[in-house]
Each structure stands twice: as structure tokens, then as C-alpha cells.
């Protein structure tokens, strides 16, 4: 039987990122939606685009991180109200990476926070609805502020070459900017703010464009700027981000989740004496412990080289107890990895598990989930 494969229509209703034109005539085959608008999800292969990623430096279309603007007298108050993180000492240009909690401690989403003035705060989330949910939370609160979606879209270079091409344009602040620190500049004109943030697992800057007129013309930059260290337009890394440890919302991070299954409790101060949303279920959960863990995965069988359509389910015996997460064949471990959510009696290191997939039933053992650990440590050699 010949393999159907399905297509996604290009048209008016779903938005298109200032870098839309770019991708194409650099030959995205594929495409997903991802808040509401399209994203390239393959150019080459996943493997080609991640030994790109690894060895060299790739350049990729994340203007679908939508930013959500927190102005006003309040704002700081009200970015503390939305997450169980401490961010008293998220100071002017510093960025956070945080959860969003609902009032039963459930994770409504994950984000980048970025401190850019006294009274201004940018939410750069996972794909949801997270700007209606923040004025929803404010609209009734007597907050001083303005919530809004601003003109700003990320375009991310990753892997180890990525500081020289980001030195080309930005010179010595692109190498001295910290970790998870982001500063207001511009390159040919073209306003943005330069963030050592991103999605990859490698050494990562994401351009934060001001303007989206421009997105095409600084797309070209970077790649001018790129040519001698073999730059290469990717999609985001299925594989890389595996092997980090680095969680998808939607896939490894449900609303069904808390901070203490996905292992993300550091994110939680439960301490403070500001109030959060979620702030005393979050208590609850963490004195009578959670009942469930998402655990890494080796997984046994034939290569996987596509995530699954589907989660496949985790067996217990004959009685479904979890599920499959993503997972994917890691090049340089040469084996299946990936994630599972399961009862917290069946996350210990060296667990059994079956898994129940396309390919029939696979023998999985739980593991350590970070294989490859993130890159943050700038090398110009």
C-alpha cells in the first residue's frame, strides 16, 4: 500500500512570520501551525539539519514565539502573580525561563521571561493561547498595566560556530552578552533585541526583530554573514532538543503536568510571601508527592526516525499506565531515546517498560533524561 502524505494548505487566515518568503526560497518543504501561524518544520532531512545544528550553525524561523508585552506600574507584580518562580531578581535585561501555572498547579504553559525596563516585561511562550489568558487573569485584577502582543519576531542561530557568524554583525557584545541575557540594538538599522536565549541544546542567540517589514532583509544578513561558516536554514531540532533535556510543550508538558513531574520543581518557590496562581495546590502536591514523572527513555527496536503521530502508550503488563512523549534515533548515542510519562512506582533509573507503537510492542528502560546536556559556554576556537 503506498504511504499517504498528508499536505498543509498555504493561505490568508493563518499569519506567516516576517520570514516567511525567506524559508521558502531556502526550500522548506514542510510546514506546521504553531500559534496560529505557519512554521518550517523540515528544509533537508532532521538528520542533515541536525549535524548542521552540532557541527556548524543553523539559522531558524522561530517567529512563531509570539512575545506577549507586560507594561505598566504593575507589571512586575503581575509577572509574579502568573508564575510560582521567584523573579524579585529578574533584573533590566535578564531573562528567566518559567512556568505558568493554573489554580489546580497545572502547567498552562512555559516561557522565556525577558526583563527589558523597569515596567516592561516581554512572555515569549510554547504554542497556546497564553496573551488571552494573561488579560484574562488582569482584567479584573485593578492592575496599572497594558498587555499586548508586540511587533517582535525571534529568528534563533544555533550550534558552535554561531558566535563568530553573531560577532560579524554585532561584534564584541554578541560575544560578552551572558547567558540568558538579551540587550536593545541594531544591525544595518533594523532595531531588535539580542538574546543568548533559545530552543537548541547548542550555543544559541535569538534575534528579537522590532520591525517585521524587515524580516526578509536581516534574514539575508545573517545569512551573508553566515556563508564561510556553513550556515544553514533548519527547523527546530527534534533530535538535538532530546538529547538536552529539553522540553516541548504540547508533547512532554501537558496541562495535566505540575512542575514536580516534569522534574521542573527548581522553578518553584513555594517560600515566597508573593502570592501565584496555583500558589497553594502546588503546596499540596508537593507534600503528598506527585503521583506521576516524566522519566527519559532508551527504547529498543528498528531506527525511529520520525517522532510519533501519536503517543504510544506504556504497558504495565496488559494495563496502559503511560505514555510516549517524543522520541527519536540519536546519531551519536546510535539509540532510540525519548521521554514517558509514567506512574511515579515506575520512574526509577533501570524500569522496564513496554511500549506499545506502530512497530509492535519495544522493551524500553527509563534512564537519565539529559544525554547530551545544553552547550552554554562560548568557544571561539
Known sequence: MKKFTPYISIGSRVRKSPYFESTKRCGAKAFSI????YMPTLYTSVVDEYWSMVNDVVMIDVGVERQI?????????????????????????????ILLTGEDGGIVNDAVLLRLSEDQFWVSPGDGDVLLWIQGIAINSGMDVEIFEPDVSPLQMGGPKSPHVMRELFG?????????????????????????TGWSGEISYELYLQDGTRGNELWELIESAGEKYNI????????????????????????????????????????????????????????????????????????????????????????????????????????????????AENSQIGTQLKIDSPQGVLNATVCENSWFPAEIKISLD
Open 69 to 97: 508585552e507586560i507594561k505598566g506600574a504593575d507589571a512586575h507584580k503581575l509577572v509574579q502573580f502568573i508564575t510560582p518562580r521567584d523573579v524579585s531578581t529578574c533584573d533590566l535585561g535578564k531573562c528567566y525561563y
Open 232 to 343: 544553514k536554514p533548519a527547523a527546530p531540532q527534534l533530535i538535538r532538543s532530546i538529547e538536552g533535556g529539553i522540553l516541548s510543550y504540547a508533547s512532554d508538558i501537558s496541562r495535566q503536568d505540575n512542575p514536580f513531574t516534569i522534574g521542573l520543581d527548581r522553578l518553584v518557590n513555594l517560600d515566597s510571601e508573593d502570592d501565584f496562581i496555583g500558589k497553594e495546590a502546588l503546596k499540596k502536591i508537593k507534600a503528598e508527592g506527585t503521583k506521576r514523572k516524566l522519566v527519559g527513555i532508551f527504547l529498543d527496536g528498528d531506527q525511529i526516525n520520525s517522532p510519533p503521530e501519536h503517543l504510544w502508550t506504556v504497558m504495565d503488563g496488559d494495563v496502559p499506565v503511560g505514555h510516549v512523549t517524543r522520541c527519536i534515533h540519536s546519531p551519536r548515542l546510535e539509540r532510540n531515546i525519548g521521554f514517558a510519562n509514567v506512574p
Open 172 to 196: 564584541d557584545l554578541a560575544i560578552d552578552l551572558g547567558y540568558y541575557r538579551a540587550e536593545q540594538t541594531e544591525v544595518n538599522g533594523i532595531p531588535l533585541v539580542l538574546g543568548r
Open 34 to 37: 504553531y500559534n496560529h501561524m
